[in-house]
């Protein structure tokens, strides 16, 4: 299995739009679905697309609400459709600080009953001064919604930590947290960040989350998991995703991995935020077989 950037990229993002980063994809219907954090209006954005190229214009979805002391900006969210409501987990920044709130929607689109204060905070040695980018799915099983999310230096983060919650509202965090933490390669040697999890058809779990070689330098990484918790391991073809040469869009770091399958073509792609200098614009890598 190796992953192969489209010859189009980026797919989402330029001047007009300013830095596009942190992206979550969801196919529902005949389309994609795409929240991503607008750096430039401190808020999440919405757009949608047929092929997973070519996306419409953005509209805002949840925007800053400084009053409340903790969301100053929002960004970095996560999206999941159970039991037909829309639940969006986000995070919220202010005073170099980041917590995690919540809101549900009917459509996706209009985010009601978002909270006033933050579901998730800092409050380990290990979260420093932030917990950010949660990404959720649901045990319709265990009926538990359960939560992988990145804590540490507001900057970027350090590792990563699991909770579970009964509602999506109040969360358990794992006592052996922090579940996934720096490696031993040079891709991943300094620190892991933002990441998207998925169950495989065997029950085991397969992670795509940010390796840091250094602050300024990121590339997407891949590992797995028999429970989504304990015993990761490494792919030994980290990094998935590399940085672009010189000069390219991406040649300075990748972010934030989302991945979908296309139903047409039964691969898997993988969109992530990628940074040449301040810019950073969406980019789209499909998964190939066989090779």
């Not at 989402?12 to 980063?21: A, N, P, S, V, Y």
Request: with cysteine; charged share 25%; proline share 7%.
């Amino acid at each position: 299995m190796s992953w192969i950037k489209y010859e189009g990229n980026p797919v989402l993002g330029g001047k007009e739009l300013g830095t596009c980063f942190d992206i979550d994809v969801h196919r529902l219907d005949d389309r994609f679905r795409m929240y991503f954090s607008w750096r430039p209006k401190s808020a999440i954005a919405f757009c949608e697309s047929t092929d997973g190229i070519h996306w419409n214009a953005p509209t805002i979805v949840l925007s800053p609400v400084p009053e409340t002391g903790w969301e100053d900006n929002i960004n970095r969210s996560r999206c999941l459709w159970v039991n037909g409501l829309c639940h969006l987990w986000y995070t919220g920044q202010a005073r170099g600080f980041s917590r995690i709130g919540h809101a549900v929607s009917d459509d996706g689109i209009h985010f009601r009953e978002r909270t006033p204060l933050p579901i998730l905070i800092p409050e380990l040695p290990w979260e420093r001064e932030s917990v950010m980018n949660p990404f959720v799915l649901y045990d319709s099983a265990r009926r538990v919604f359960r939560m992988w999310y990145a804590a540490g230096e507001t900057y970027e983060p350090n590792a990563l930590g699991y909770a579970e919650s009964d509602d999506g509202l109040t969360w358990r965090k794992s006592p052996i947290n922090p579940i996934f933490v720096k490696g031993k390669d040079r891709c991943d040697q300094q620190r892991v960040g933002g990441c998207h999890v998925e169950q495989r058809p065997d029950g085991s779990f397969a992670m795509y989350y940010i390796g840091y070689e250094d602050i300024h330098t990121a590339r997407i990484c891949a590992a797995t998991s028999p429970d989504g918790i304990t015993r990761w391991q490494r792919c030994p073809d980290n990094p998935i995703v590399d940085i672009g040469a010189p000069g390219e869009w991406d040649h300075d770091a990748c972010y934030k991995p989302s991945v979908c399958l296309d139903p047409a073509t039964g691969q898997r792609l993988l969109w992530y935020n990628g940074r040449n200098g301040h810019d950073e614009y969406i980019g789209l890598v499909r998964e190939t077989v066989g090779n």
